[in-house]
């Protein structure tokens, strides 16, 4: 505890009055224990006798309690005013630098949309976690396992090489993509992805290319480090290449799961991209978000499989696979900017967790990874389809659901109507306990076209059912849907 005498007095009297101040200012909470008294003496440098009569003379004033083997506490004196004290000048504040500016005028406080709302019955808020015990006691394993073998040294900033390896053995197996561990660069998750990007390839001003709609948190990103931020269309089958710009120095993707739409980039429209960005010098970045969960078809290959001129930064995050909690990610890194990327990564952090690194990689070397994908995407089948039903059943009149067969969540966009429809429909579902929220935030252009994002990863089908059934009593409630 920090006590600072004000050298007015004897030692004793400056003793209580700072004590008085910091139970006043509440820097001393009810309840909490005041140091003892041949601790605090030795630590100001006064006598423990000074100590000990500074304290007998709060607990007669009402402002300590003394408790018989354990010591004195501060009591609960209620609503207390501060003490009157001379004010000082307001310092002089710098002016923010550019890229604070940028950062407050973005952050709007709902960085995640709906996050703030937390009481609702039912959330079908799209990034909540699944709830899964099985995992959460095997991770609680591998933790311990981790810290029984755990070298508490600064770790490796590159990543752990154990964890790396698995890395480059699961994404040749299951996403097509050839790399070395000299390749792999380990990140907290997809927002510092972006933000190593935005410092090793972008200078402000740069144009970067986003899908529209798309995940708001690169746009954000690219935007606070000052880059100029550019939409191109989507349609059915995701990014339209003939609508991409004459000149970019960055273009973000979703490929194998457009977000939020669910299109699945053809492979016609993937070599088109690449000789695109090949042909303007432009760096692409590919988010493979939850490219581990398809329900049917054939998936293609990582559009990096395709990549032959080193154009393109593969990036994967555990956020959605394991849990968000969970920060950790990777991006797969051309060998003409790893070693930039690796010097940013060690100015911003020093390196992610070692601890965490250890348990995930013996977690995926063991095969608990793999199995826990498979457990996952079945019960994630099971809650898509009773979605997918829900919708049917009492929604279907209202919105259309296109059903890319992969991811946690599903975009079902208005029929007739307009953005303030979907947001007067969420705000009278909020009402009711049901958590719907807009595609409105994903889009940079205003004329987008208004829909919902669902995501139904954290409801079991019977809560999903439920779900559905007061999305549609809201519906009619609305007037979107005529009352049967």
């Known amino acids: 505890m920090y006590i600072e005498l004000d050298g007015q007095g004897a030692r004793y009297a400056q003793l209580i009055r700072a004590l008085k101040a910091a139970i006043l200012e509440s820097r001393l909470a009810p309840g909490s224990r005041v140091p003892a008294s041949r601790h605090l003496a030795s630590e100001l440098g006064i006598s423990r006798n000074t100590v000990l009569a500074a304290y007998d003379q709060l607990q007669a004033e009402g402002f300590l309690l003394a408790r018989v083997g354990s010591g004195s506490f501060v009591a609960d004196i209620g609503n207390r005013p501060l003490p009157l004290r001379q004010q000082a000048a307001p310092a002089v504040v710098a002016p923010l630098s550019a890229f604070s500016r940028r950062a407050l005028a973005i952050s709007d406080g709902a960085l995640i949309p709906g996050r703030q709302h937390r009481d609702l019955r039912f959330n079908l808020q799209y990034g909540l976690p699944m709830t899964n015990p099985a995992l959460a006691s095997a991770w609680r394993r591998e933790i311990n396992r981790a810290s029984e073998r755990a070298e508490f040294d600064y770790p490796d900033a590159q990543g752990l090489p154990a964890l790396r390896e698995q890395i480059c053995d699961y994404l040749r197996r299951r996403r097509g993509v050839e790399a070395t561990p000299e390749n792999i660069l380990v990140i ?37 480090y000052g880059a100029r931020v550019l939409g191109v269309r989507v349609d059915a089958e995701g990014l339209v290449p003939a609508a991409l710009p004459k000149q970019a120095s960055l273009a973000v993707v979703t490929p194998s799961h457009q977000f939020p739409t669910g299109a699945l980039l053809p492979l016609s429209r993937r070599v088109e991209l690449l000789e695109w960005a090949t042909a303007k010098r432009c760096w692409l970045i590919e988010d493979d978000y939850d490219g581990e969960f398809r329900f049917g078809g054939r998936p293609l290959a990582a559009l990096k499989s395709l990549d032959r001129d080193g154009r393109v930064i593969y990036i994967g995050s555990y956020s959605k696979t394991l849990f968000p909690a969970l920060r950790l990610g990777y991006m797969v890194l051309p ?144 007037g979107l849907l005529a009352n049967r």
């Not at 059943?393 to 209202?398: E, I, L, S, T």
Request: with cysteine; hydrophobic share 45%; charged share 25%.
């Open 188 to 224: 907290s998750g997809t927002q510092q992805a972006f933000a190593l990007a935005s410092r090793v390839l972008l200078d402000a001003g740069d144009r970067v290319v986003l899908e529209d709609p798309h995940y708001r948190g690169a746009r954000q990103i690219f935007a606070s």
């Open 335 to 478: 060998e003409s900017v790893g070693r930039a990327f690796r010097a940013a990564k060690w100015l911003e952090d020093r390196g992610s967790n070692t601890l965490e690194q250890a348990a995930l990689a013996h977690f995926m070397a063991s095969g608990g990874f793999e199995r826990h994908l498979r457990r996952a995407a079945q019960s994630l089948r099971a809650r898509r389809n009773a979605m997918l039903g829900g919708l049917r059943k009492h929604a279907a009149q209202v919105f259309e659901v296109v059903d890319s067969n992969a991811g946690m969540h599903l975009t079902a966009w208005l029929r007739s109507g307009s953005h303030a429809d979907c947001e007067r429909l969420a705000a009278h579902a909020r009402e009711r306990g049901l958590g719907l929220y807009t595609v409105a935030p994903y889009s940079l252009q205003s004329g987008a076209r208004p829909g919902l994002l669902l995501g139904y990863a954290a409801l079991p089908p019977a809560d999903i059912d439920a779900a559905l059934r007061l999305l549609g009593r809201c519906l009619r409630e609305t």
